[in-house]
């Protein structure tokens, strides 16, 4: 059963997993963002909780299904590489209808 309010643990926990996903295969971004993580949930004040437990799920769905790790292979004694990129069964794949819309504009004006 789901809650319709999360507790400040149930979002921590989320978003230490939702890292873990993200950034799988490169230990010093995911320590980096463990370490950010763990700082931020020790500073937010008691007044500021809710907003702090908002924020780490929009973090969290964000690392989940936008963030993508690209690993390059090959590319040894000075030649260049392609990156592989590591696409999870979470990640959000566009059809990139989007763009196609403003055809012919380009940018504010």
Do not use: W
Not at 78 to 91: A, Y
């Amino acid at each position: 059963m789901s809650q319709l309010h999360p507790t400040p643990r149930q979002a921590y926990l989320t978003l230490l997993r939702a890292a873990r996903l993200a950034f799988a295969n490169d230990a010093r971004t995911l320590t980096a963002a463990r370490t950010k993580i763990r700082r931020e949930f020790r500073h937010t004040p008691a007044a500021g909780r809710d907003e702090g437990v908002r924020l780490a799920l929009e973090t969290a769905t964000i690392l989940r299904r936008n963030v993508v790790q690209g690993v390059m292979e090959g590319g040894s004694g000075g030649e260049s590489g392609v990156f592989r990129l590591r696409i999870h069964d979470e990640t959000e794949r566009g059809d990139n209808g989007s763009v196609k819309v403003g055809e012919g504009k380009c940018c504010s004006g």
